[in-house]
C-alpha cells in the first residue's frame, strides 16, 4: 500500500495511547486483586463498573466463563485510543449475562469504545419490559464519537415492540440519543460481523429524540445527525420486530447483511432493513427472507423524513409479506428514492379482510416524490397483485423492470405510476404503460433457491426479449447486482446487464 502525503506538508502518524490492560475471570478470579495480569483478574462486573477507564485501557474477558449482571463500564476513549472490551485465553467467547436487566452491556455518557469477541444474552420471560443486548445511551452529551461493535454474538433478549424514540427500546445493539437540553447524536458508528437472534423490536438500531426538521415536523426537538454510520457483514435471525434501523443518518452505509426472519413477535408493521428520518441512507447487498405476514411486515421501506434514499443490489426472497412499501405517515414526508438492481423472488401480497397490500405497495398518508424504480427483477409467481398505489399519490417512475406473475394473471393496480420499457409476464398489463414487453423473460434458472448464489438464475438466456430492450437511465449506479457494468445504451431489462447466456 503506497502512503501519498501532500508537498510540502510533513507526515504526521496518529498518536495512540498505550493504556493498561485489565483482566477479568468471573470463574476464578478476585476482586482485591491488581486486575493487571490474568493470574491478577478481577471476578465481578461490580468491580469492573467501579473504574473510571481511561484511553488505550483495555478490558479483557477470559474466554470460556460466564459473568452475571450487568456490564456498565465508566470513562472514555478516543479514536486514536479507543477503550476496548474483548478476551483472553483460549475456548468460546466470555458471556455476559444480564439475567433480565435493562441491558447486558450499558454504555452510558461515554465515548470512544469497541465491543469484540463477546457473546452476550439477557434472558427473561416475555413480559414487554425494554430490554437490550447492547445499549449505547447518550442522554443530552453532545455528539458522541468512535464507536465500534464486532464479533459480539447476541441472543435471547425478549422486550417490547416500543419503537418509537419517546419510549424505552428493545433490541440487539441500540444506539441512542436521547435528552432536550444539549444537542445529541453519534459520530462514527461501526457495527460489523456480529450475530444476533432471538430478540425483540429491531436487532441493530440508532434511534434519535433529535428529530424534528421539515421532512418529519412530528419530530422532537431539532434534528441533529448521525454520521459516519457503518453496518456491515451481520447476520440477524428470529427478529421480533424491524431488523435493522437508521434514524437520523446523514450518508449511512448498510450492506452485506443477512436478515433471516423479522417481524415475528410484533404488535405493528416493521421491516428488515430501514432508514429513517436520514438523508442519502445507501441499503445494498443484503440478503433478506423470513418476513411474517401478521402484522404485515416489509423487506425493504422508503420510510418517513428520508431524502434520497437508495435500495440497490439486494436478494429479499421468500418473504410472507410484501417486498417494497413506500410510506410517509402523517406528521412526515420524504423526498427522492432510488430503487435498483434489486432482485425479489417469492416475496407474497397480502389481503386484510378487503385490504390489498401488493408485493410493491405505494401508501400511507402522504405521497413520495421523485421515486425512480428501474432494473429490478419483481419474481412474484402466486401473487395476485404485484404493484399497487392509492389514486391520490405522487406518481413512481417505472422503468427497465421485469414483473413475472402468477400464471392466472397477477394484477398491477396504479393509476399514477408512469412505466416504461418494462417486461411482464403472466402480469395484466394497463393500457397506459408505455413500450411494454409481453413475454417471457427468459432467465436462466428463476426461483431456483436461497442463498446469494441463485441470483445467477435470474442472468437472461439468449433469444429473451428483455436483452438490450431498456431505455438508458441517467445516474444509473455505473453497474448491475452482478458488478457487470451498465452500457451506455440498450442496457437489459431487469438486473442483470451482461450478455446473454447460452
Known amino acids: 500500500m503506497s502512503t501519498f502525503v501532500l508537498a510540502g506538508a510533513p507526515a504526521q502518524a496518529a498518536t495512540r495511547t498505550t493504556g493498561t490492560k485489565y483482566y477479568v475471570n468471573c470463574s476464578s478470579g478476585n476482586d482485591s486483586a491488581s486486575g493487571l495480569s490474568s493470574s491478577a483478574a478481577w471476578r465481578t462486573l461490580a468491580k469492573v463498573n467501579s473504574v473510571v477507564f481511561k484511553p488505550g485501557d483495555s478490558i479483557l474477558f477470559r474466554r470460556g466463563t460466564t459473568c452475571q449482571g450487568v456490564l456498565q463500564p465508566q470513562g472514555s ?61 447518550l442522554d443530552d452529551f453532545g455528539i458522541g464519537k468512535h464507536y465500534k461493535i464486532s464479533d459480539v454474538k447476541i441472543h435471547d433478549v425478549p422486550g417490547c415492540d416500543c419503537l418509537q424514540p419517546e419510549l424505552e427500546n428493545s433490541g440487539g445493539i441500540v444506539f441512542k440519543a436521547a435528552g432536550s437540553q444539549v444537542a445529541t447524536g453519534f459520530d462514527g458508528v461501526e457495527i460489523t460481523r456480529n450475530v444476533i437472534s432471538g430478540v425483540d423490536n429491531v436487532g441493530i438500531g440508532i434511534v434519535s429524540q433529535w428529530s424534528k426538521r421539515d421532512l418529519y415536523p412530528a419530530g422532537t426537538n431539532t434534528f441533529v445527525p ?19 434501523l437508521v434514524q437520523n443518518g446523514v450518508d449511512p452505509l448498510t450492506e452485506w447483511n443477512i436478515v433471516d426472519g423479522f417481524g415475528l413477535r410484533a404488535s405493528a408493521s416493521h421491516a428488515a432493513i430501514v432508514a429513517f428520518n436520514s438523508d442519502r441512507p445507501v441499503i445494498q447487498y443484503n440478503e433478506i427472507t423470513g418476513g411474517s405476514a401478521t402484522p404485515p411486515s416489509f423487506s425493504l421501506s422508503v420510510d418517513a423524513g428520508n431524502r434520497d434514499i437508495v435500495y440497490q443490489y439486494n436478494f429479499s426472497h421468500d418473504n410472507d409479506g410484501p417486498f417494497m412499501l413506500f410510506c410517509a405517515f402523517t406528521g412526515s414526508y420524504s423526498d427522492g428514492a432510488t430503487i435498483r438492481y434489486n432482485i425479489s423472488q417469492n416475496d407474497k401480497d397480502l389481503l386484510l379482510g378487503t385490504f390489498e397490500i401488493p408485493v410493491v405497495a405505494n401508501g400511507c398518508d402522504n405521497g413520495i416524490p421523485n421515486v425512480k424504480f428501474y432494473n429490478n427483477v419483481i419474481y412474484s409467481p402466486t401473487a395476485k397483485a404485484i404493484v399497487g398505489s392509492r389514486g391520490d399519490h405522487t406518481p413512481i417512475e417505472f422503468t427497465n423492470n421485469i414483473f413475472y406473475g402468477a400464471p392466472e394473471g397477477s394484477a398491477i393496480h396504479d393509476a399514477v405510476g408512469v412505466y416504461d420499457h418494462n417486461l411482464y409476464y403472466n402480469v395484466v398489463v394497463p393500457s397506459n404503460h408505455a413500450n411494454p414487453v409481453i413475454a417471457d423473460p427468459n432467465f436462466v434458472n428463476p426461483g431456483s ?21 431498456g431505455v438508458a437511465i441517467t445516474d444509473n449506479g455505473g453497474h448491475d447486482i452482478f458488478g457487470v457494468q451498465v452500457p451506455a445504451s440498450g442496457p437489459n431489462i431487469g438486473a442483470y446487464q451482461g450478455p446473454c447466456v447460452s
Open 449 to 469: 433457491g436461497t442463498g446469494l448464489g441463485s441470483i445467477l438464475g435470474y442472468r437472461l438466456r439468449c433469444g429473451s426479449p428483455a436483452v438490450a430492450a
Open 226 to 244: 448521525n454520521k459516519n454510520v457503518h453496518i456491515y457483514l451481520n447476520k440477524l435471525t428470529d427478529q421480533g420486530g424491524d431488523g435493522i
Open 77 to 137: 476513549g478516543t479514536a486514536d485510543s479507543p477503550i476496548v472490551i474483548g478476551s483472553y485465553g483460549t475456548g468460546a467467547r466470555p458471556v455476559i449475562d444480564g439475567g433480565g436487566a435493562r441491558a447486558a452491556v450499558f454504555l452510558h455518557n461515554v465515548q470512544g469504545w469497541e465491543i469484540r469477541d463477546l457473546e452476550i444474552t439477557n434472558p427473561a420471560t416475555r413480559d414487554n419490559n425494554a430490554r437490550a443486548g447492547i445499549y449505547v445511551l
